[in-house]
């Protein structure tokens, strides 16, 4: 499967020491706001994107500019700064902030395609629309539901992008296209391929394949964990996120 | 960025919560139960072709003093071979660190489920006392579980009786671990006063379950902590299996503790507990200690005693009310006894004639 969307700024990078989204946006240097800006969109456009398609039920065209607007403005009027991790997940508050916004953006009838002192984010919306269309507009879910499952989405989805990166830097490519077929096709359970073929496809023992898979899974693992780090404002946020999508306590 | 279908996301979220096994010889089942430290999966070990019942802790990149927490936890239950108390076969370490062990896979209910059909009182009674005599057995070896509640307790489907989850239990056997030792796991329920260190076992930290723990054991006073808190539980777990309630939680205030637990309430609409079993949870749950039964066993004679119609030591009696309550309970050999006697009295009387 090809990479279907672009986003611009510094996404991909995870600091090693705790570092959060939050702080970063709050921070009073411009270069690391903007750093922030970018690792929360990298998580986040697609959810805010196709809640507003979904949800609000906006135009492709404005739903774009809505969500590009969404991003700058995050920063420039310090929308986080409000945010009480104790209070809610980040996630929810978003989506709350994005209620606030389309329904500001609808009252002044404008939208400034600004992000103050930022540049604006370079987001590559081809994609997103053919994701969509997979899942149909009239999706039951409910907005929550939505955001969440997308949201969940989004961090697999880049936390696959950190694997393959990882294998490929770690010569380790074998251990990624195994996983990739086993785990990452979009197939029932019983339709995929066996160990054994996995084994006769790579030229491999069925225990390296068994290695390989578990090695892929604990390293996916781990890296979902580290982006999840990241995209929580709390040690609290954390412990419950975790927990909530990895079934884990995290230490 | 990577899309993932629906169906992908399912399976991602699904392998990347279950634990890796590999390296090990188990093959995992399913998730059977989770707690506040750990969860437990049904697994088959392989070479033996049996299933075992997999507690791992939760955490990721487990801290050393938690690992040595859930070594213990299994050290204690291998310690205590009763047939009251599940048996442990294996501890181990997964390919991520975290520390496992294996047990006895248990198939039953958990007590608070399966009191929910209507069972005698002499049944609930007798799991009553089977419980005790397990926890009498791990007090004989010097330890503590300190969080006795129904759904730690497991009914078998022959009615057998299984103390479960000694993850919090407390080892008092200083020649044993050189050291009095606390498994200080977190159960459900547990109450870490200190948030900044749950597993900390310092004095002021609430190991136990709302409603089921003795008032020096929710005011985190640690040394106080002896057998006898685990006879207030069972005065609890006692009081639950004869009126269905719940006692009330109410963790630190001893006043408010007893006054919510005084025994009463109903089974299945009936009216509530004999006098004489409310007077024993009374006993029981005492707030000083020192006017509880001394130990697990002392309680279990004293039901047993309440089964064969002996008098109590928590419901003393008159000499006229124990008569009484002789003759009722021996009313056929009395009634024999007084026809022979009578019968005998008119023999002499009229015989002579």
């Known amino acids: ?251 | 960025m990577r899309w993932l279908s629906d169906r992908a996301l399912v399976r991602l979220r699904r392998v990347t919560e279950l634990p890796d096994l590999t390296g090990t010889k188990y093959r995992l089942v399913e998730e059977i139960g989770r707690g506040g430290m750990g969860t437990v999966y049904l697994a088959e070990d392989t070479p033996l072709a049996r299933r075992v019942a997999l507690k791992i802790l939760d955490q990721d990149h487990t801290p050393k003093e938690l690992s040595a927490r859930l070594l213990t936890e299994a050290r204690v239950l291998a310690r205590l071979e009763h047939p009251g108390i599940v048996p442990v076969h294996d501890v181990g370490e997964l390919a991520d660190g975290r520390v496992f062990y294996t047990m006895k896979y248990v198939r039953g209910r958990r007590l608070d489920q399966h009191v929910e059909e209507t069972l005698p009182l002499s049944e609930r009674l007798r799991i009553f006392v089977r419980t005790c005599e397990a926890v009498a057995f791990a007090h004989a070896h010097r330890i503590l579980h300190r969080d006795l509640k129904p759904e730690n307790i497991m009914v078998g489907p022959f009615g057998e009786v299984l103390v479960m989850d000694w993850g919090v239990a407390k080892l008092l056997d200083k020649s044993a671990t050189g050291t009095e030792t606390d498994t200080g796991g977190m159960a459900d329920g547990e109450l870490p006063a200190s948030a900044g260190s749950p597993m900390a076992t310092a004095h002021g930290v609430v190991m136990g379950t709302p409603g089921y723990m003795a008032p020096e054991q929710a005011r985190g006073e640690v040394d106080r902590v002896d057998p006898r808190s685990d006879v207030y539980s069972l005065g609890a777990v006692l009081q639950f299996l004869l009126t269905g309630q719940i006692p009330s939680e109410a963790p630190t205030a001893v006043s408010e503790t007893n006054q919510g637990n005084r025994p009463g309430g109903t089974i299945g609409g009936k009216t509530g507990p004999p006098r004489q079993l409310r007077a024993v949870i009374e006993k029981a749950m005492a707030e000083d200690p020192e006017e509880r039964y001394d130990t697990a066993a002392e309680l279990a004679d004293e039901i047993q005693r309440y089964l064969d119609g002996r008098q109590l030591l928590a419901y003393p009696e008159s000499p006229v009310v124990r008569t009484g309550r002789f003759l009722a309970r021996h009313r056929v050999a009395v009634i024999l006894l007084l026809t022979y006697v009578v019968v005998r009295a008119l023999v002499l009387l009229f015989g002579g004639r």
């Open chain 1, 1 to 251: 499967m090809e990479d279907d969307t672009r986003i611009g700024g510094p996404e991909g990078r995870f600091p090693v020491t705790r570092w959060t989204v939050i702080e970063g946006v709050q921070s009073d240097d411009p270069g690391e706001r903007e750093r922030a800006l970018g690792t929360l969109a990298a998580t986040y456009w697609k959810p805010v994107y196709k809640h507003v398609r979904v949800h609000w039920r906006r135009s492709n065209e404005d739903a774009k500019d809505i969500t590009q607007d969404f991003f700058t403005r995050l920063i420039e009027k310090r929308y986080l700064d409000s945010y009480d991790s104790s209070k809610s997940r980040l996630r929810t508050f978003l989506r709350t902030c994005v209620d606030r916004h389309v329904q500001n953006a609808d009252r002044d009838e404008r939208r400034l395609k600004r992000g103050g002192d930022l540049s604006r984010l370079d987001i590559d919306f081809v994609g997103v629309e053919e994701e969509l269309a997979r899942k149909g507009l009239g999706a039951e879910a409910s907005p929550e539901e939505l955001f969440e499952q997308e949201t969940i989405r989004s961090l697999f989805g880049l936390a696959v992008d950190d694997l393959k990166k990882e294998c490929e830097a770690r010569g380790k490519t074998v251990h990624f296209q195994v996983f990739e077929a086993y785990d990452l096709a979009d197939r029932e359970d019983d339709r995929g391929p066996t160990y054994g073929d996995l084994a006769a496809d790579h030229a491999l023992a069925v225990t390296d394949v068994t290695n390989y898979l578990a090695w892929a899974r604990r390293e996916f693992r781990r890296l979902v964990i580290e982006r999840l780090r990241e995209m929580t404002g709390s040690d609290d946020e954390f412990r419950r996120e975790a927990r909530s999508i990895l079934g884990v306590e995290t230490g």
